[in-house]
């Protein structure tokens, strides 16, 4: 993952904060502050009780936004991938992925990010992670239709030029939805 996705990926969810984010992130401020407070006014009593809450502090306030995130997207902005059809075309060299994504969410979603990968794979489990971090092809859609709760949205995911190799591949597709 390069530095300019990183930074697209971080502004694409930014702009797609829900209300319950940032309920979520005030109150994660408000911890924050409040404990800060706090362990300046016991630093004097007890300095290594305030120094190990001001470690607590930080490392909370530096973990809560994965966590948030996480947790967002297995209970509000729960999308739920499903492929129907997986084609390799020997002659174009290339593999078609169809499939639905479904909200099993609490909110409509207004737009849904569809990421594909191919990924060889192989006898040894190790590997088998290592190439999951380096795919051997990567594709992305912007689904830009409402969804609405309970409901889903057909795709359709083409990797071209993709040669294939003897040892075999496994596609996967994971969205992400606002």
């Not at 739920?80 to 909110?107: A, C, H, M, P, W």
């Amino acid at each position: 993952m390069s530095l300019n996705s990183l930074k697209e990926s971080v502004l694409n969810y930014i702009h797609h904060l829900t209300v319950y984010e940032y309920i979520a992130f005030g109150w994660v401020l408000f911890l924050f502050t409040t404990l800060l407070i706090l362990s300046v006014m016991i630093a004097n009593k007890k300095p290594f009780f305030s120094l190990l809450l001001i470690l607590f502090n930080f490392t909370l306030l530096s973990l809560s936004p994965i966590l948030i995130k996480i947790f967002m997207e297995k209970t509000v902005k729960r999308a739920e991938v499903r492929i129907l059809k997986q084609e390799y075309l020997r002659f174009g060299k290339s593999v078609i992925v169809e499939g639905t994504v479904t909200n099993k969410g609490k909110i409509d979603f207004r737009e849904c990010e569809i990421k594909g990968k191919i990924v060889k794979i192989g006898s040894n489990s190790l590997k088998n992670l290592l190439y999951l971090l380096k795919p051997l092809k990567r594709k992305k859609i912007f689904l830009k239709k409402k969804l609405q709760k309970g409901k889903s949205l057909e795709f359709r995911l083409v990797f071209n030029d993709f040669k294939r190799s003897k040892k075999d591949y496994n596609v996967t597709v994971d969205a992400e939805c606002y």
